[in-house]
Structures are given as C-alpha cells and as structure tokens.
C-alpha cells in the first residue's frame, strides 16, 4: 500500500476578485493572516507566506517524500514554485489598487540537493527594479543555517486589472 495524502482548498475565484479590489501589500497581508483563503498552488505544494511588507515576500516549506523526484531529493519544480511564488509576490507587494503582475519568465539557479533532512526551507523575494510595465525581482531559497540553496530571477509584466464586468 502506497502512502497517501489529501488536501482541500477553496474557491481560487474569491482571491481573484479580492485581489482586484485592494493594494497588493493588503492583498497579501490578508492572505498571510489567514482571513483570506490560500491559493490552491499552496494547498497542493504545502508551503506558506510567513512575510511580507513593500518590496519583499517570504514564503516557507518543510520538505516531504511528496516532493521528492525518482533520485530520491525534492525535485527543481518545487524549488522553482517556491522561488517564483516569492519573488512575484515581493511584485505584487509594491503595486496598487488596480494593478496586477504575471512572470515574464524565471531564471533558477539549483546549487544544493534538498531532502526531508534539510528541514524547512524558506524562500525570499525581493524586489530589484519596479517600471511603468515591467518589473525585476530576485528570490533566494534557504535553509534553517541560511545556506543557499538555489537562486532566482524573474521579470514581471505590470498591467491594469481586467475589467470583470461590474
């Protein structure tokens, strides 16, 4: 018999409309303090915002045998999801009322094998440079003794909220 896991999540509709209405930084504290359920890609992956204030976003992940790839470490995916949820989110923490993000594209660096004796894993976005259209941010994954583990870069394009129709 296999190991099992289960997860629920909500609505990711609520968190779209949520997001239309209100700054990113509030959009994001609401979300670390729990009064706004967390996205679906954070139920599946179990990892979470522990952080966030203008121009930064920290997000954490205890590493499980759910993450590993078929050699037996957590695979580059799940550092990538990581590293890519911090630093769009250390994005949308700098945007206001209106405006939104979507990555570019994301430049990921692995520089060490993580497994379930690594511990938890902590991953920090920071942003670099904000423009009318684009933005530049970086992430870096740590572990518990803030060794490197991987690095990333990601260019954002900056736009309006789509108007939904109300």
């Not at 993000?101 to 942003?127: C, M, N, P, Q, W």
Request: aromatic letters at 6%; glycine letters at 10%.
């Amino acid at each position: 018999m296999g190991r099992i896991r289960t997860y629920q999540w909500e609505d990711p509709a609520i968190l779209t409309e949520a997001a239309g209405r209100m700054a990113g930084i509030d959009f994001l504290r609401l979300l670390q303090e729990g009064r706004l359920p967390g996205p679906p890609v954070s139920r599946t992956v179990d990892f979470s915002l522990d952080e966030v204030e203008p121009g930064r976003a920290v997000f954490s992940l205890t590493p499980g045998e759910e993450h590993y790839n078929p050699i037996g470490s957590v695979h580059g995916g799940i550092f990538a999801t990581l590293l890519d949820s911090a630093a769009g989110c250390a994005v949308q923490s700098v945007l206001p009322q209106g405006m939104a993000y979507t990555s570019l594209d994301l430049t990921v660096k692995f520089l060490r094998r993580i497994t379930v004796e690594t511990g938890t894993v902590r991953a920090i976005g920071t942003v670099i440079n904000q423009g009318r259209q684009t933005a530049l941010a970086q992430a870096e994954l740590l572990d518990a003794k803030d060794r490197l583990l991987a690095h990333a870069t990601s260019s954002c394009l900056l736009f309006p909220v789509p108007d939904s129709g109300r």
